[in-house]
């Protein structure tokens, strides 16, 4: 029974963080149909920022946490830059395959640079406690209060996320671009303007992602964006790419699978299960759990 | 004389790949310091050599079919593998004791061949669901194979934990086999060369023809190349198929010039060249719809990777400098992000350099300008 | 008297629904071999649907589509085209990066009867084949004037020739029916005119069955033997081109009464 509830409890651990990250995804693909397979990569910037200014923010008498606020700002920047500089000219000047080959390269480039300053380095650095350790006792296993935290967490953005689109002028701009991009620039809307704040947003949400991942997992890592974001991206299209609430159930349901399966058949398969889900998904229904076939007007 | 054009195409490239041969045989002979070609060359051959078939068979999928398939290197994972393990087998079998003669050549050719049928296999029963998706979706689907198939191999108890993988506790039993020594290298490089450009020979069959038009037709627009007639999923099938058995040669060349094997290498996100990344590099920079241009890529950067790893000048270069080289997968990143930025292109874009085309251009250029010149003149004369 | 022929296209019931939307619904249509058979009506109206319908693009949700009397429902667009139904796009699809001609070989894909041993080691059946395609690409090409640009990359046509382009290309595709999707559109009066000429001489030579989709009335009026109209996925008449022109209802569909 502990065995179970141990699982269940990493699995929703696991979960949360996912579903964090697959909001970001699930909102920037919905915009500009392209996988950011960099997405992951921001969150080890937030990572490594938040490394750097957890001890900043503690001399100073802050708690931990504060430090996201840094980390929002230089994710955000981080992004708005890399949809200006990468994504932009080549969206106007070349097709979708050379767009997602830009994609894969920046999320490289990231990576590697990160490896290559020395500051940073190859090395794995180790973040500080950032919240009070403990959580609720259930038949000798624990769930910890941070995991509640970050779930949490993932509902109130959910649901902010998604009032913001219905509601309000910018988030509605957003869902208009997502659905028709001509028509919205026919209707006025600075689509540019939009998608670079659709990436502020994003890559703002990445930063807490990171602030909940180390949270829970401290050791930071170069490479540590590039699974988690395609687990998230698996997520994402789990739960129906585009669909905000798609992105919470599809997180939850992908932390769950890969808890148990490491826990019950073998840690080195979990993570071929998790893609063989994204397989499974992809061929019986594309558009997600969540999700509305759309084909393509010829 | 020959009139027909291609067919002189034809023999004006085999008379060059027989002269640099020649000459290659003789810098075989007489290259500089004793050492050098047996332990500089001979390997930088083996390895371009299957770079080469790695860049070019990419390009099938990904320069002339329009798909970007990020699990090549899966499948040359599965080629070595095979390789491997067969002449493993072979060897217990007592098919061959010596690494020389007919029986020994006849199971690495067995071997070759049997790595690009496996690596084939594979390929089509990857390809059949994958191919219904589009772009982005097959981009991270292929990805998802790539891991898959080295997690498998990696938990094969023949293979990856206890067979070939390295560890300082397992033993690498695949010391014999394929795995050819320095000196081996040297002796059966005609081996990597001969089967190199039987690859190219054989991709290049494919590619003009029906099939190359096939392919191309669906690149640039799949529903008119259906509306042609095209039967897209079974072309899309076949591709991914050819392309991968190249890249199950490729592994089983790889298996050949190792002495041992690691799932480790193939991983994706690995800073080494057998990584899927680096082939997508070699194919967009030299060209996505070239197979001249990937084989010159292939070359480029096989050069490039071996500069950074081993340049002398490299030490005389400033610090920070020198911590960038210390990871070639951020040159190559670098690499990848300014030629897609600013020559998505490649080198040659879909032009395939030859010897035929390059005159007949040449040619072309001479007619236009004194055409040129002949209308000015005759501009000039109606004033 | 042509009743007593079997038609090459035949639909009956033939509809289809998206969600909640009808789009199209109980269309029917025969068109005979060496007919012109115009399909026309206001923006919206289906036009494009019906054909995504005849050439497996669409799978109809109701009804049925007969070639030869083969019924054809739920086959895909390459069957449809062996089955002999060919195209054209209203926004052309070309080839772009493939030269003119090469456009016009990769239609006789299907036909070819050579294979990948063939390709490989260059047999003297490879050769031959691909002088006579070749040959044949040609020769449709000068239907179109076409044939001395046949090593242009197809992007690099004028709009006009990228039309007939497309034309030539399904023809070579060697079918029954052709269908052709506004083939005047974005064109001036002299091209227009020779497109006329152009589709005449289509007939003539190869005496296929044509149902044509237009809005440039001149043409329609000019060169169809029948025509069909439809409004909101529905057909709201059918007959000469003189009575059409005289119906009011047709008057009223597309003057939005």
């Given at each position: 029974m502990s065995t179970f509830l141990q699982t269940l409890f990493v699995g929703l651990r696991l979960g949360s963080i996912y579903a964090l990250v697959a909001l970001g995804y699930t909102m920037v693909y919905g915009i500009?149909?392209?996988?950011?397979?960099?997405h992951g990569d921001f969150i080890m910037v937030g990572g490594y920022t938040m490394i750097f200014t957890i001890p900043v923010m503690m001399s100073l008498g802050l708690p931990a946490w504060v430090s996201v606020f840094l980390a929002i700002l230089v994710c955000a920047l981080v992004g708005m830059s890399t949809e200006l500089i990468a994504y932009r000219p080549v969206r106007k000047k070349g097709t979708s395959m050379t767009a997602l080959i830009t994609a894969i390269a920046v999320s490289l480039l990231l990576e590697n640079l990160a490896q290559a300053i020395p500051q940073i380095g190859p090395n794995p650095k180790i973040a500080s406690q950032i919240f009070a350790a403990g959580g609720i006792r259930i038949a000798d296993v624990t769930l910890d209060w941070t995991t509640m935290l970050t779930i949490c967490i993932s509902v109130v953005v959910m649901v902010v996320l998604y009032q913001f689109t219905q509601k309000t002028k910018v988030g509605r701009a957003m869902r208009c671009v997502s659905e028709d991009k001509p028509a919205s620039i026919l209707m006025g809307i600075n689509v540019n303007r939009t998608i670079v704040t659709t990436f502020a947003i994003g890559s703002g949400l990445a930063a807490i992602a990171a602030l909940m991942y180390i949270a829970q997992y401290p050791k930071v890592y170069t490479t540590m964006g590039s699974m988690l974001g395609l687990k998230a991206f698996v997520s994402a299209v789990l739960g129906g790419i585009g669909i905000i609430p798609g992105a919470m159930l599809g997180g939850f349901v992908i932390g769950l699978v890969e808890s148990f399966t490491t826990s019950y058949v073998s840690s080195s398969m979990a993570d071929a299960f998790v893609f063989l889900i994204l397989i499974i998904v992809l061929i019986l229904k594309p558009a997600g759990i969540l999700g509305k076939n759309m084909g393509e007007k010829v | 004389m020959i009139k027909n054009k291609t067919t002189q195409g034809y023999i004006l490239n085999t008379l060059v790949i027989a002269l640099l041969l020649i000459g290659f045989s003789f810098i075989k002979e007489a290259?500089?310091?004793?050492?050098d070609f047996k332990l500089i060359i001979a390997p930088s051959i083996w390895q371009c050599c299957y770079l080469i078939i790695l860049a070019a068979s990419l390009n099938l999928t990904l320069g002339f079919l329009g798909q970007l398939s990020l699990g090549h290197c899966g499948f040359m994972a599965i080629g070595a593998y095979s390789a491997a393990l067969l002449s493993l087998a072979a060897e217990r079998a007592g098919?061959?004791?010596?690494?020389?003669g007919t029986a020994f050549i006849l199971v690495l050719a067995g071997c070759i061949l049997a790595a690009g049928i496996l690596a084939a296999l594979v390929g089509l029963l990857v390809g059949i669901p994958a191919l219904r998706l589009k772009g982005d979706y097959l981009a991270i689907i292929t990805l998802g194979f790539g891991m898959i198939i080295v997690n498998i191999i990696n938990n094969l108890p023949f293979a990856g934990q206890e067979g070939l993988a390295i560890g300082s506790a397992s033993p690498s039993l695949y010391k014999n086999g394929l795995g050819f020594g320095t000196a081996l290298k040297v002796t059966y490089i005609w081996v990597a060369i001969v089967v190199t450009l039987v690859c190219v020979a054989m991709m290049f069959m494919f590619v003009r023809s029906k099939y190359g038009r096939a392919i191309r037709a669906i690149r640039d627009d799949e529903i008119a190349a259906s509306a042609s007639g095209i039967n897209t999923s079974f072309y899309k099938g076949l591709t991914f198929a050819y392309s991968a058995f190249f890249a199950g040669v490729a592994g089983a060349l790889y298996a050949c010039s190792n002495a041992t094997l690691s799932t480790a290498s193939f991983a994706?996100?690995?800073?080494?060249?057998?990584?899927s990344t680096f082939v997508v590099v070699m194919v967009v920079l030299g060209g996505m719809g070239s197979l001249t241009g990937s084989i010159a890529a292939a070359v480029v950067m096989f050069l490039v990777n071996y500069q950074i790893k081993?340049?002398?000048?490299?030490?005389?270069?400033?610090m920070w400098l020198q911590n960038i080289f210390a990871f070639p997968m951020l040159v190559y990143a670098v690499i990848l992000v300014i030629v897609i930025m600013f020559r998505p292109k490649g080198i040659f874009g879909t032009y395939e350099l030859s010897l035929r085309n390059f005159v007949s251009d040449m040619k072309k250029q001479r007619q236009s300008r004194l055409l040129q010149k002949q209308n000015n003149k005759e501009a000039m004369s109606h004033e | 008297m042509s009743d007593e022929r079997k038609p090459i296209l035949e639909t009956r019931k033939l509809g289809i629904t998206f969600g909640g939307l009808v789009a199209v619904s109980d269309f029917n249509i025969k068109v005979f071999q060496g007919e012109l058979v115009g399909l026309i009506g206001p923006n919206g109206a289906g036009k494009t649907t019906v054909f995504n319908m005849l050439t497996g693009v669409y799978k109809p949700t109701e009804g049925s589509v007969l070639l030869e009397g083969h019924v054809l429902n739920g086959k895909k667009t390459h069957q449809f085209v062996a089955a002999g139904v060919a195209r054209t796009f209203q926004n052309i699809r070309l080839f772009k990066q493939m030269t003119v001609l090469e456009n016009v070989l990769a239609a006789f894909t299907k036909d070819i009867k050579y294979g990948m041993l063939d390709s490989l080691f260059r047999t003297p059946r490879f050769w031959k084949t691909e002088k006579e395609l070749k040959a044949k690409a040609l020769d449709l090409l000068s239907i179109f004037h076409l044939e001395d640009k046949?090593?242009?990359?197809?992007?690099?046509?004028p709009y006009g020739q990228q039309r007939k382009l497309e034309i030539a290309r399904a023809l070579a595709t060697d079918m029954k029916l052709l269908l052709l999707d506004e083939p005047a559109a974005g064109m001036n009066p002299t091209e227009t005119a020779e497109l006329l000429d152009c589709i005449n001489a289509i007939r003539n030579r190869f005496g296929i069955a044509i149902l044509l989709i237009e809005h440039d009335m001149s043409l329609v009026m000019n060169i169809c033997e029948r025509i069909q109209v439809i409004d909101y996925g529905v057909t709201i008449a059918e007959g000469l081109p003189d009575d059409i022109a005289k119906n009011p209802k047709v008057i009223a569909a597309y003057l939005g009464q």
């Open positions: 500009i149909r392209l996988i950011n397979f960099a | 290259y500089g310091k004793a050492g098919i061959f004791t010596e690494k020389s994706f996100s690995n800073g080494g060249i057998l990584n081993n340049g002398m000048w490299v030490k005389l270069l400033p | 046949s090593d242009y990359i197809a992007a690099n046509l």
